[in-house]
């Protein structure tokens, strides 16, 4: 992992000059059933909107024999307006189960106020625009693809999602929802089928398991503070083989609530949430905890 990140930092090189910037990122969860996690990105850009971004994603529990890492890197151009992605990852084969993922996705800003690296939703989000009234409002796309290998089956498993995000800064406070839609698969999902055993859901701090079919989730940030900026966020999951009718039925959810809160420090900024994770009737709800740091110049 270590050489990874290290290869694509390097690979940035060419980057750095005038009006560069660099941000990077560490964090760890921790929490019920043996959970531990670790999470961090290193990102490189320049004044002309390039950037590059290697990141990644490990956990371990109980009932896992090895830990899962995800490694990933971003390839984006970032203007006051608009901005563009391009996201790949893989997932080497442990405890039976891999993948591999990519995805693109664009972001237009309708009254753009932000700054560097800042959308109100999306791959993106960050925050940005201040002032009286609606100060910015943003509206995006995404379509990605994950390929789920198992040790189990000899056909490897497509899975297509396209999501559809908006966010919107007004009166000082942050809202911004997500809303994700299973477009296809490569093969019928039944219960007969084994589990992919990672996976991330927008709007929470931890990795679950499941084929899904459609998400929402919905966040809150309270950014008129000084310093401090406190957040809450809400995760509604359905699963594939759950009976579906019509938008996130009541029957068979997963749900997440977090509540959390962000330091700035000029350079430094420090993160600390809260999760409840209920996995849906008949399972007992769970709680996790994160703390993270990053720097930014």
Do not use: W
């Not at 957040?231 to 938008?247: E, H, R, W």
Request: aromatic share 10%.
């Amino acid at each position: 992992m270590k050489k990874l990140i290290v290869f694509l930092a390097l690979a940035a090189l060419p980057l750095c000059g005038a009006h560069a910037y660099f941000d990077g990122s560490l964090g760890a969860v921790n929490g019920a059933h043996g959970y531990s996690g670790m999470n961090g990105a290193l990102e490189l850009g320049t004044g002309s909107g390039l950037y590059i971004r290697p990141a990644f994603d490990t956990y371990k529990a109980d009932g896992l024999d090895s830990t899962f890492a995800t490694y990933m890197g971003r390839v984006g151009y970032d203007k006051a307006i608009f901005s563009l992605g391009a996201e790949g990852g893989v997932t080497p084969k442990q405890n039976g189960y891999g993948n591999i993922m990519a995805s693109g996705d664009a972001t237009v800003s309708l009254s753009p106020t932000g700054g560097r690296g800042t959308r109100l939703a999306g791959p993106r989000a960050g925050g940005g625009g201040k002032g009286e009234g609606i100060a910015r409002v943003d509206i995006g796309a995404k379509l990605s693809y994950t390929r789920h290998d198992f040790d189990t089956v000899s056909d490897k498993i497509g899975q297509t999602d396209g999501t559809l995000f908006a966010g919107v800064m007004i009166l000082g406070t942050q809202i911004s929802a997500s809303y994700t839609k299973n477009l296809s698969y490569s093969q019928d999902i039944t219960n007969a089928l084994p589990e992919p055993l990672k996976v991330m859901l927008p709007g929470t701090m931890i990795n679950t398991t499941g084929y899904i079919n459609q998400i929402l989730n919905a966040r809150i940030d309270f950014t008129m503070l000084p310093l401090v900026t406190p957040f809450a966020s809400y995760t509604a999951t359905q699963y594939k083989t759950d009976v579906a009718s019509g938008i996130l039925p009541g029957a068979n959810l997963s749900r997440a609530y977090q509540l959390g809160v962000r330091v700035g420090l000029n350079m430094v900024n420090v993160n600390a949430a809260y999760q409840v994770f209920d996995p849906g009737e008949g399972h007992t709800s769970a709680s996790y905890y994160s703390l993270g740091a990053g720097i930014n110049f």
